[in-house]
């Protein structure tokens, strides 16, 4: 290891996880300004933890399974309408430019069919 890069303070302390009041031992370089004795008798200082494998429920297997139907038809009810609306908006632009264009390839037919017959006139 290279020296110098390494923290000084790294040493044995509790941490204890104040929401299922469970304590592990370990080490760590953090800072802390109260103690707590452990269980050989030996004061270390104490990390105050809010969750940690303990209590997590991914590790206890408490998971909440989270209602994905329930949110779909909450979210369809808060802004199905306006949702339908641009739907629709966005279906008759379609349908209008389809109207269109088949118009300029009907107009387009016929100005070849009008060629075509004023080459069989001149032609004959």
């Not at 390494?6 to 009041?21: A, G, L, Q």
């Given at each position: 290891?290279?020296?110098?890069?390494?923290?000084?303070?790294?040493?044995?302390?509790?941490?204890?996880?104040?929401?299922?009041?469970?304590?592990?031992?370990?080490?760590?370089?953090?800072?802390?300004?109260?103690?707590?004795?452990?269980?050989?008798?030996?004061?270390?200082?104490?990390?105050?933890?809010?969750?940690?494998?303990?209590?997590?429920?991914?590790?206890?297997?408490?998971?909440?399974?989270?209602?994905t139907a329930?949110r779909i038809?909450?979210?369809?009810?808060?802004?199905?309408?306006?949702?339908?609306?641009?739907?629709?908006?966005?279906?008759?632009?379609?349908?209008?430019?389809?109207?269109?264009?088949?118009?300029?390839?009907?107009?387009?037919?016929?100005?070849?069919?009008?060629?075509?017959?004023?080459?069989?006139?001149?032609?004959?």
């Amino acid at each position: 290891m290279k020296k110098g890069i390494h923290p000084e303070n790294y040493r044995t302390v509790i941490f204890k996880d104040f929401s299922c009041d469970k304590s592990f031992l370990g080490k760590s370089t953090a800072e802390s300004k109260e103690n707590m004795l452990w269980e050989d008798g030996k004061e270390y200082p104490l990390i105050k933890l809010e969750i940690s494998n303990m209590s997590h429920p991914f590790f206890t297997g408490k998971m909440k399974f989270v209602d994905t139907a329930g949110r779909i038809e909450k979210f369809n009810k808060k802004y199905g309408k306006k949702s339908t609306q641009v739907e629709d908006e966005a279906k008759t632009d379609v349908e209008a430019k389809t109207d269109v264009e088949a118009k300029t390839d009907a107009e387009a037919k016929t100005d070849v069919e009008a060629k075509t017959d004023v080459e069989a006139k001149t032609d004959a």
